[in-house]
Nanobody
Framework: QVQLVESGGGLVQTGGSLRLCCEASGLTFSNYTMGWFRQAPGKGRDVVAITLWNGVNTYLADSVKGRFTISRDNAKNAMYLQMDSLNPEDTAVYYC?????????????????WGQGTQVTVSS
């Protein structure tokens, strides 16, 4: 079965950095668009970043542009999110998601597989 496993979350001070990793198994990784979403307490799940199968075409939410970078390594079945200049508003559970290649969507309901999430907490 498909498994997505996130790692790299933790507690960091404002202005700090973290690098999240998502390792995938049970699917042909290069056939999937991959994305990062986040959910803060009491809020909905929002898209953070998306990378198409080739890792060249990417999307970043306006709130993270210039601070976050998404990348993938198809040979390792892995996706990454480099997060710099973190601030308390970035505090959330971060989820890795996979969507079969097709129309790209920022709506979480249209994604096929999800990881269990990793907590990112930014202290002020």
């Amino acid at each position: 079965q498909v498994q997505l496993v996130e790692s790299g979350g933790g507690l960091v001070q404002t202005g700090g950095s973290l690098r999240l990793c998502c390792e995938a198994s049970g699917l042909t990784f290069s056939n999937y668009t991959m994305g990062w979403f986040r959910q803060a307490p009491g809020k909905g799940r929002d898209v953070v970043a998306i990378t198409l199968w080739n890792g060249v075409n990417t999307y970043l939410a306006d709130s993270v542009k210039g601070r976050f970078t998404i990348s993938r390594d198809n040979a390792k079945n892995a996706m990454y999110l480099q997060m710099d200049s973190l601030n308390p508003e970035d505090t959330a559970v971060y989820y890795c998601a996979a969507r079969k290649i097709g129309l790209v969507s920022t709506s979480p309901v249209l994604w096929d597989y999800w990881g269990q999430g990793t907590q990112v907490t930014v202290s002020s």
